[in-house]
């Protein structure tokens, strides 16, 4: 199950390249991270490889237009 950074990278920049929103690779993310947790083996989901990846797979997405909308503040 162990996945590489190097291996995880293109699975980000392909499901990005298929217009898959941010909150999507985010999640993607965060499943991995935790299934590797979960097994005890070295997440590489916190690589600086993979944190570049993915800074620059949000700054592309922004870039086609593709924003997150952000949910108004919760008020009293």
């Keep these: 199950m162990s996945a590489q950074h190097d291996a995880l990278t293109p699975f980000l ?3 990005a390249e298929d217009n898959l929103s941010v909150s ?3 999640m993607a993310t965060v499943a991995i991270a935790a299934m590797h947790d979960a097994a ?3 997440n590489p989901c916190t690589s ?8 620059g797979l ?3 997405s922004e870039q086609a237009g593709r ?3 952000k949910a108004a503040a ?3």
């Design 13 to 15: 920049a392909d499901r």
């Design 24 to 26: 999507f690779l985010e």
């Design 40 to 42: 005890g083996q070295e």
């Design 48 to 55: 600086r490889m993979m944190r570049t990846a993915t800074q």
């Design 74 to 76: 919760l008020t009293a």
């Design 67 to 69: 924003t997150q909308r």
């Design 58 to 60: 949000v700054c592309q």
